[in-house]
């Protein structure tokens, strides 16, 4: 079974340019996750899909971020304008089942100069 | 926002000695995941825990759940170097029947020294 795939692995861009982040889930996955990791610490959720609905963007700075999940399978997370502050590593995760066990990508480690 | 704590922050040992990490919180779980991190990977689901009481091995790690569903600990037996990582505890502090508030901790990062 393949897992969660992102790309890019990298990206380095300087501070105002727009950035995009693509994950596709892990098939039959309904439910999709993007996360915000900086160094040494644990995941921060920035938005839950369920199927093509998003049910939690409490988190997400809507003013620069955005995303979107089409037909509810590969989801694009978008920065514009990045900030210096942007640079971490987003990961992307999907689950399916009662407890909402996570499978992640690799994540896409960017860096805002 | 729900506070999950883990501890500790930075742990480092020698090949072949145990340790223990720990998660914490005010509030109780209805479920609670342990996660393994190497860099430039993504977190690896260990284990999930949903019962007060409950125990669980896998091969060398054992994990715990606290009675009262707001503690959790991890154990490692004879630790080697390939158990080096980041060790997440997930918390979900939802009442069941379809809520879902999964709060991440900040992790114990491990290494151990051959």
């Known amino acids: 079974e393949a897992g969660v795939v992102q790309s890019p692995r990298y990206k380095i861009i300087e501070k105002k340019q727009p950035v995009a982040f693509w994950c596709n889930p892990i098939?039959?996955?309904?439910?999709l996750y993007w996360y915000l990791q900086n160094l040494g610490q644990g995941p921060e959720l920035l938005i839950r899909?369920?199927?093509?609905?998003?049910?939690?963007d409490s988190q997400l700075p809507k003013d620069r971020f955005s995303a979107e999940r089409l037909k509810g399978v590969d989801s694009t997370l978008k920065i514009q304008p990045a900030e210096l502050g942007d640079s971490a590593v987003y990961l992307c995760a999907s689950s399916f089942g009662r407890f909402n066990e996570q499978y992640f990508g690799p994540g896409t480690r960017l860096t805002v100069t | 926002t729900q506070l999950l704590e883990q501890s500790p922050q930075f742990l480092s040992i020698q090949e072949g000695e145990n340790l223990t990490v720990y998660c914490n919180s005010s509030?109780?779980?209805?479920?609670l995941q342990w996660y393994r991190q190497e860099p430039g990977e993504g977190p690896v689901l260990l284990v999930t825990?949903?019962?007060?009481?409950e125990v669980k091995k896998l091969k060398r790690l054992t994990f715990q759940f606290g009675d009262a569903r707001k503690d959790s600990s991890l154990h490692i037996t004879a630790a080697q170097p390939g158990d080096t990582g980041l060790y997440l505890c997930?918390?979900?502090f939802g009442s069941g029947a379809g809520s879902y508030q999964l709060t991440f901790g900040k992790g114990t990062k491990l290494s151990v020294i051959p």
């Open positions: 997930a918390g979900d």
């Open positions: 509030s109780v779980f209805s479920s």
């Open positions: 899909y369920e199927n093509e609905e998003a049910v939690d």
């Open positions: 825990v949903v019962t007060g009481g």
């Open positions: 098939s039959g996955h309904n439910t």
